[in-house]
């Protein structure tokens, strides 16, 4: 989510006008918010893949309401966006994340059971 807000802001897609402590063009609180909501969103991630498609086009759904109710207190304001734009960029983003957060976990489980082998044999 960052790096797409980077990007974004970088290429005056959208800004963040009212921020108070920024971290380049995002605002400190941006950054932090994507980190929470990344591990919540992870939190409740279905094990099956078909029930992740609809959790993420839900979650996608209350991320493109939060959005919007930033859009019309003045926290984000659109420069070559439209707030549509965003409900795919959720569903990509959130998937890819899913996806990776797969990788990580089977590399994860790989190496505890390599090291659970050798502490097996050392035992002998």
Request: aromatic share 18%.
């Given at each position: 989510?960052?790096?797409?807000?980077v990007?974004?802001?970088?290429?005056n897609?959208?800004?963040?006008p009212?921020?108070?402590?920024y971290v380049?063009?995002?605002?400190?609180?941006?950054?932090?918010?994507?980190?929470?909501?990344?591990?919540?969103?992870?939190?409740?991630?279905?094990?099956?893949?078909?029930?992740?498609?609809?959790?993420t086009?839900?979650?996608?759904?209350?991320f493109l309401?939060?959005?919007?109710?930033?859009?019309?207190?003045?926290?984000?304001?659109?420069?070559?966006?439209?707030?549509?734009?965003?409900?795919?960029?959720?569903?990509?983003?959130?998937?890819?994340?899913?996806?990776?957060?797969?990788?990580?976990?089977?590399?994860?489980?790989?190496?505890?059971d390599?090291c659970?082998?050798?502490?097996?044999?050392?035992?002998?």
């Amino acid at each position: 989510m960052v790096i797409i807000d980077v990007f974004a802001t970088k290429y005056n897609f959208y800004t963040y006008p009212k921020g108070i402590v920024y971290v380049g063009n995002l605002p400190l609180f941006q950054v932090i918010n994507a980190y929470g909501i990344s591990i919540l969103y992870l939190n409740w991630l279905p094990e099956r893949w078909s029930k992740r498609i609809m959790y993420t086009a839900y979650v996608s759904v209350l991320f493109l309401a939060i959005e919007a109710l930033m859009y019309n207190v003045g926290g984000i304001a659109y420069r070559n966006w439209k707030l549509w734009y965003s409900y795919f960029l959720n569903i990509a983003g959130l998937l890819l994340f899913a996806l990776l957060s797969d990788r990580v976990d089977r590399l994860d489980s790989r190496r505890v059971d390599n090291c659970d082998a050798e502490n097996s044999g050392d035992n002998k």
